[in-house]
């Protein structure tokens, strides 16, 4: 049955660039220990090892689940930028929450939205505006992200499938009225041998299908990560997304929009974990001084403020490249997929050195950071983990590397500035492989021809180029079996490698055009100075002399967002006044 939506406000465009998001607002404060959707419930609802229900509720009241569906049909979703941005409120206070309540619904609708017939698109569209939920049942547990190796099979029954076979470990499979599943429909070895199948829960012939045990995780322990075994299920011709056989591709497609947008999600977990060490060393006394004076402590949280920064600059460049770029977001998102969790999950070890014993503890004032700490890893498998990144990266490298890196013009300027509008969200205009271009590395070369004579960026940026040479080198040279998924290390570090520079291009470009600001720590290179230190090091380069100013600029950036309770992200956005906010939640018992 069709469910007609009510009209849908759009409230992420109506966002003031100097106000907290809506949704921090109806979530209140979550340093207070009565707010029920405060850290302080969360922290217990993970013990349990469920949801939130306060939390859903609060998600179900906003009607978060319209931000996953494009404007056409009905709902909020016009840009990724703007997406990443709704969900960092949530993914600061509970990462399960904000994919199992949240995000899952954009994994699994989002090949619906590329490939999806016009009546798919609507009826999923009406499943979620309607506050119904959503399930991606793309992999298998033997075969992981291997998805050519899928088992799950759907043999042809006249003009009807029989689904047979079983998916493990898929988030909110229980609870969705919507499933999208990946299903083996060929016989052969070839790439067009699967297809996506969109099923309609409620009609699905209940003893046809065995629902599995839930998996018990160390991270997201409030996620549902459980299963579904089809048992000859019965499904019709009229469920296969696209055309049969082209599952592989769509999936290609569309995932270049989920790993940009969840990647920038994720920012949200770190802003925690950083805000509470930042705390802790402003409050600790050692020494007769506080904890946060120590040149070292400093250091450290300069340090991790300055990857979160590369983080928001290269998942946010990302998410807006889908709209102006759309032709080079087949290696964008795969890069920003791999790069972004794994500077967030060493920046959180480093934090963790600073708490000390604290970062240890599951409940009290700290016991969010540990949540965190177990969450961020588990929560950057989701759908595709940093070695699928690196494989999808690997191909693509060495025609880029002949074709444009150091020759191809920069990207637009529109790009970079974050509050330059854009073109609504085409998932259908998106290609499973980059062409020729690669407009965002093109900032390097044409930063430097900028920033050669100042003191600090050029250096940074010499070097950097000097980077971008060796890569193309080594990108021409790579054998072709190391052009392939099977590429033996010096691929998979080549892809690394690859990673850092366009992060550093990222930070690069969002600084030249950004430097109208009316505020004045995004004008100031430090932050810049600083982050492209950080990606030098990474790339095995001794630091320059000269970090002192940098660190200290960034270092005072960071107590004075904290003292004024801003994110720490490229936004700086105020969250809700401590100890006044409280949340907004709907009346009646939660669904």
Known sequence: MTTTPTAVPNRATDVAPDTAHPLELRFGDPDDPDNPVGFAAFLRADERGELLPAGRSLLEG??????????????????ADELAQTLRPVFRRDAALGLGHGAINLIASATVWSAGSAGQRQWL?????????????????????????????AAPDGERFLLAGRKEVI???????????????????????????????????RDRLSFLPRFRTSGLRAASLAGVEFLDCP???????????????????????????????????FDTQLRAVTRFALERRLYGRTV?????????????????????????????????????????????????????????????????ARSFLREGPYGIFQKHLRDLPVASLAHSGATVCQATLIPQLPRLARRSWLSGE??????????????????????????AEDSVLAML?????LLRDDPDLGPLCAGLVDELRLLKTGCERLAPRDRTPLAGPNGFELAERYTLLLAAAACLGVWLHQRDEPQPFPRDSAWLTLALRRLTSRLGHPLPPGTARAEQAVFAELVRRERENRSFDLSARPFAPTGTGRPILPKGPTP
């Open 171 to 205: 988030n909110n499979v229980h609870r969705a009225d919507a499933v999208t599943v990946l299903a083996r429909t060929g016989s052969g070895t070839g790439s067009r041998n699967h297809s996506l199948l969109l099923l309609d829960m409620r009609r699905i012939d």
């Open 410 to 435: 920069p990207a637009p300027a529109a790009l970079f500035r974050t509050g330059d509008p854009l073109p609504p969200l085409d998932f259908r205009g998106l290609r499973i492989m980059a062409g």
């Open 445 to 449: 070369p044409a930063g430097y021809d």
């Open 292 to 356: 946060a004076e120590l040149p070292h402590t400093s250091a450290v949280l300069a340090g991790a403020f300055a990857d979160l920064l590369i983080a928001d600059c290269l998942s946010t460049v990302v998410c807006r490249a889908l709209h102006l770029l759309p032709g080079q977001t087949a290696v964008l998102s795969p890069a920003v997929k791999y790069l972004v969790p794994l500077l967030l999950q060493e920046g959180a070890d480093a934090l963790a050195v600073v708490l000390g």
């Open 62 to 79: 906003y009607r978060l689940g319209a931000d996953f569906v494009p404007v056409e049909h009905g709902g909020r979703l016009r840009r």
């Open 125 to 153: 569209a009406d499943v979620l505006l309607a506050g119904g939920q959503a399930a991606g049942a793309y992999t298998d547990l033997p075969s992981g992200h291997d998805l050519t190796r899928s088992a799950v099979h």
């Open 235 to 269: 499904v019709p011709g009229s469920a296969v997304v696209g055309e049969p056989g082209s599952a592989l591709e769509t999936v290609l497609q569309a995932f270049q929009v989920t790993k940009a947008v969840l990647t920038g999600a994720t920012v949200g977990c």
